[in-house]
């Protein structure tokens, strides 16, 4: 009697209603979609948006941590980064090889410096407010983009690459000559000033009784700028344009049978990218308050594709990853050179190498390394950690 009872109780908890038996069965599935919605998120996951917000909390607490010094070059490592992710975007999502960022970058902070910077000079300077300089410098160099565009696209692969390398030639020989604007070879001029809405960022502040430093404001909304523009782009990517983008990357000839304009694709990918490049260029005058036409030659074009190389191509988190290691990369320098016996770091030329020169060779060896032996950058090794503990202790 007993048995048959417990058997009808066992048989009674087993016929559950269909709704809690569907929603355990989605609770036991939460690596699994359950919508186009879902899906299409940018943090589709619990997993990341709490390791976004972890990032995010730990970026918001360098500021209370670290020496203003290095708030400055986190700053203009954030900065770059919003070039970076412009790079990424013609170069790692759309497949179009282009040596000219510097120039657009360059384009940025004088086209800012013209519009924001103030005193007395023979420079170009209207003092304007940076809710006018900064859009300018975005919306400009989007432009000149787009009208330097339809010579570019009509090549591809190595053509490419020269071409927009001579655009950089081209761009610091007007740079050096266009006084009235630059300041000139070896002079340069000030940056706008960090002016938005009447309120100076790079001047020390008391909030309710919280004291904070220009280098601390600064860097803070330099932050928040480069969040958002970097969720501009992650959602652009996974747009109908983004889509275009990868085609266009994987096989423009396939592409336009399917309906996809390749020049205007192409015309559009260098335009954003333009665009982003004139606004990490406006904030990087701003930040260092000093431009010089000699810094956007091929060298900082040279840099800025070693960021997405190293942080990884077809990533936005990777562009911000390998920006700030670039930047952070002459400091490690630096700190080589006074360690290091065969360095020379007193200027003497007594050493073997000097902190410059050991900067250039790691540019070098870092990004042969990276691609033959890492091509995803920084992002690929994150990734492979991630698939490794996802998966552990087994390894298939």
């Keep these: 009697m007993n048995s048959n009872r417990g058997l009808a109780a066992l048989s009674a908890g087993r016929a559950r209603p269909p709704h ?12 699994m979609y359950t919508s186009y919605a879902q899906q299409r998120a940018i943090l589709n996951t619990g997993a990341r948006r709490k390791s976004v917000l972890l990032i995010a909390g730990m970026a918001v607490a360098l500021t209370f941590m670290m020496p203003d010094e290095d708030l400055v070059l986190l700053s203009v490592g954030l900065a770059a980064a919003i070039g970076a992710i412009g790079l990424n975007l013609v170069t790692g999502y759309a497949g179009q090889i282009s040596l000219g960022h510097a120039f657009f970058v360059g384009l940025g902070a004088y086209t800012a410096s013209c519009l924001g910077a103030t005193g007395p000079g023979r420079e170009v300077a209207l003092g304007w407010d940076g809710l006018v300089w900064f859009p300018a410098a975005f919306v400009l160099t989007g432009v000149v983009g787009v009208v330097l565009a339809p010579v570019a696209v009509r090549l591809r692969g190595l053509y490419l690459a020269i071409v927009t390398l001579g655009l950089v030639l081209i761009g610091v020989h007007f740079f050096r000559e266009l006084t009235h604007i630059t300041g000139g070879a070896g002079l340069g001029r000030s940056g706008p ?4 809405a009447g309120f100076e960022l790079d001047v020390d502040r008391n909030f309710l009784g919280l004291v904070m430093t ?61 665009a982003y490049a004139g606004a990490a260029g406006a904030l990087l005058a701003a930040i260092t308050g000093y431009i010089e036409p000699s810094g956007f030659g091929l060298s900082m074009s040279i840099q800025y594709l070693a960021m ?26 630096q700190s080589l050179a006074g360690l290091l016996p065969f360095m020379d770091d007193s200027g003497s030329g007594a050493g073997l190498l000097t902190a410059f020169q050991l900067e250039q060779i790691l540019y070098g060896l870092l990004i042969v390394l990276f691609v033959l032996v890492e091509p995803g950058g920084l992002v690929g090794i994150w990734n492979r950690i991630r698939s490794y503990w996802r998966s552990f202790p087994f390894t298939y």
């Design 308 to 333: 997405i190389l190293l942080g990884g191509l077809a990533s936005i988190s990777g562009s911000i990853a390998g920006a700030l290691f670039i930047t952070v990369l002459p400091r490690l320098s």
């Design 214 to 274: 220009g280098e601390q404001i600064s860097y803070l909304f330099v932050l928040i700028v480069m969040i958002a523009m970097a969720a501009c782009a992650s959602n652009l990517v996974r747009s109908r344009l983004g889509r275009a983008f990868a085609a266009i990357r994987d096989r423009d000839l396939v592409a336009d049978p399917m309906g996809i304009d390749p020049f205007r694709v192409k015309m559009t990918a260098f335009g954003v990218s333009s």
């Design 20 to 31: 809690v038996v569907a929603d355990r069965k989605v609770r036991h599935r939460h690596r």
């Design 193 to 196: 000033s960090f002016t938005f």
